[in-house]
């Protein structure tokens, strides 16, 4: 058969017969980190609710933790785990079965608190943060880490907290330069600057309903949207 008839054949079949478009996969969108993250980690839903509300509807919060009651229906899951440290996460190999069960595309993570509190030394807390990473991207290669520089602390227990805070937020953004990859980027989202204990959480730590949600909530969503881009 001739050339010229086999691309009129080509061309009127690709015309009679379009092929349809595959509807995106939604991004699968981990909220990695202990009570602030999970209890009930309310900037969570106004996170969704932003990003549903300005068209990334293609989004699919995952986790083994089921979403808990912060005043409307949202898409909730989450590792949110109360009162757990990174390096404990790390020492004791409990991502890998999240990660096996979920499946995400970008990891929020919000870790380091509790190390703070319980006095773990930066270096101790971004070795975790190391091993932890190696895990996503053993799961997924083309993990998105989205790592907070975490909010500032002043629990009536621990006046040391403040400046430990200090010490490992400064040492975030080397780490995350040393690690990020054109594959597997990771970013740093500043959740320190702007938030104040006094007023912004209702005991010194955890973020209280109203400023403390709202402000972690505004810090995370550009760099979402910017991961999703």
């Not at 403040?162 to 040492?171: C, G, K, P, T």
């Not at 330069?177 to 912004?200: E, K, L, Y």
Request: aromatic residues 6%; negative net charge; contains cysteine.
């Amino acid at each position: 058969m001739h050339r010229s008839l086999l691309a009129l054949i080509a061309l009127l079949t690709a015309l009679l017969f379009p092929v349809t478009a595959t509807a995106q996969a939604p991004a699968r969108i981990m909220p990695l980190g202990d009570s602030i993250t999970g209890s009930p980690g309310c900037w969570r839903a106004l996170l969704w609710q932003h990003l549903q509300q300005t068209g990334h509807t293609a989004v699919d919060f995952v986790g083994t933790l089921p979403a808990q009651g912060c005043g409307f229906s949202y898409d909730g899951e989450n590792e949110g785990h109360g009162g757990y440290l990174a390096t404990g996460i790390a020492n004791q190999n409990l991502l890998p079965g999240w990660l096996a069960a979920t499946d995400p595309d970008i990891v929020l993570m919000h870790l380091g608190t509790n190390d703070v509190w319980n006095n773990q030394s930066p270096s101790a807390i971004l070795g975790a943060f190391s091993k932890l990473l190696g895990q996503m991207r053993a799961n997924n290669p083309d993990t998105e880490l989205l790592v907070a520089k975490i909010i500032p602390m002043a629990p009536a227990n621990c006046g040391a907290c403040a400046q430990r805070v200090i010490d490992l937020n400064a040492a975030i953004p080397g780490w995350a330069q040393a690690n990020s990859t054109t594959r597997s980027p990771i970013t740093v989202v500043d959740q320190w600057t702007g938030f104040n204990p006094a007023t912004d959480t209702y005991d010194g730590v955890h973020p209280n309903g109203t400023s403390g949600i709202q402000k972690i909530e505004s810090r995370w969503y550009p760099a979402v949207t910017a991961a999703l881009g």
